[in-house]
């Protein structure tokens, strides 16, 4: 009695998990072919024969801080925002690589970086990785995964085989928008057709003083910074880095490397230029896109 039970059991589990499983491949199918992330959007949006100017590339500063419409109108130039907030430099060297290994070419990568990365990057995956969980079979993004996950559950290691693993853990992440774009495969989660986000023109303060900025004294010596500029130098690149702008506070940075810095941590002073002290508002970001697009002129006229 007890056989038949257990033969029986086996039976709706396996049922279960390949019902599971299949679930799992339709909503992968489905981010793959939406624009949804970052990641599909780019291929799902522009042929890789179409090279860029430029991408830029960060975190939500490198989203909200920089215009990349903005940009080409001033410059006659093709670029695009490929930055995700919520996310370190490990992840943005990410999908730099999802960028080339997708078969498109740039001249210049323009990375927006933060402090947090100024000096080292923790290995831990980032809130928003998940969104390049669709792209997991490719042996780039698997490799990510592998070598910074931790803990006995391991979504992502185990997703590659059995995908319902990393479904089921990443339900209201991947599951129920892969669902969402069955009906809307075209819509673009905080980012518009250029890969740009804006936030409101909200104040800081009301009071729209000029701020009397704080220096603080910064060094740029990580290590990953270096492979990054690897990277992309074997791929006929070219790396930036882009300080953008912070409410009320200059940086003065040591940068140790050979590698094209711009500085705008206080090129802004008005209240009125932020959505909080880290993010720019619209106002700001049309601002500040004008100023980064005087310094990379020089770039683009070599």
């Known amino acids: 009695?007890?056989?038949?039970?257990?033969?029986?059991?086996?039976?709706?589990?396996?049922?279960?998990?390949?019902?599971?499983?299949?679930?799992?491949?339709?909503?992968?199918?489905?981010?793959?072919?939406?624009?949804?992330?970052?990641?599909?959007?780019?291929?799902?949006?522009?042929?890789?024969?179409?090279?860029?100017?430029?991408?830029?590339?960060?975190?939500?500063?490198?989203l909200t801080s920089i215009g990349s419409e903005e940009i080409d109108q001033?410059?006659?130039?093709?670029?695009?925002?490929?930055?995700?907030?919520?996310?370190?430099?490990p992840s943005q060297l990410l999908m730099a690589k999802h960028f080339f290994e997708s078969g498109f070419q740039s001249s210049y990568c323009i990375l927006v970086l933060d402090e947090p990365d100024f000096e080292h990057s923790s290995m831990q995956i980032n809130d928003n990785d998940y969104r390049m969980a669709p792209y997991l079979q490719r042996e780039y993004i698997y490799d990510y995964f592998r070598k910074r996950e931790r803990g006995i559950i391991r979504p992502y290691t185990l997703g590659k085989?059995?995908?319902?693993?990393?479904?089921?853990?990443?339900?209201?992440?991947?599951?129920?928008?892969?669902?969402?774009?069955?009906?809307?495969?075209?819509?673009?989660?905080?980012?518009?057709?250029?890969?740009?986000?804006?936030?409101?023109?909200?104040?800081?303060?009301?009071?729209?003083?000029?701020?009397?900025?704080?220096?603080?004294?910064?060094?740029?010596?990580?290590?990953?910074l270096h492979t990054f500029e690897e990277y992309l130098r074997a791929k006929g690149c070219q790396l930036i880095l882009y300080v953008a702008p912070y409410q009320g506070r200059e940086l003065i940075i040591q940068n140790e490397f050979d590698i094209p810095l711009i500085n705008h941590s206080s090129i802004l002073l008005e209240n009125s230029d932020f959505y909080d002290p880290i993010h720019l508002n619209n106002k700001g970001k049309i601002v500040a896109s004008s100023f980064l697009a005087e310094e990379l002129q020089p770039f683009f006229l070599k």
């Open 74 to 89: 001033k410059l006659t130039t093709k670029g695009i925002n490929l930055s995700q907030d919520d996310t370190g430099l």
């Open 161 to 224: 085989y059995v995908p319902a693993v990393l479904y089921a853990y990443y339900n209201t992440e991947l599951f129920i928008p892969s669902l969402f774009t069955l009906f809307r495969p075209n819509y673009r989660h905080r980012f518009d057709k250029y890969g740009n986000y804006t936030y409101p023109d909200n104040q800081l303060n009301t009071q729209n003083e000029l701020l009397k900025p704080i220096q603080i004294q910064k060094n740029i010596s990580n290590p990953l």
């Open 1 to 62: 009695m007890m056989k038949k039970f257990l033969i029986q059991l086996s039976k709706y589990f396996l049922i279960i998990a390949l019902i599971a499983n299949l679930l799992a491949l339709m909503s992968n199918f489905l981010l793959k072919r939406s624009s949804i992330f970052k990641a599909s959007f780019l291929v799902n949006n522009f042929e890789p024969e179409q090279a860029f100017d430029y991408f830029i590339i960060g975190s939500s500063r490198g």
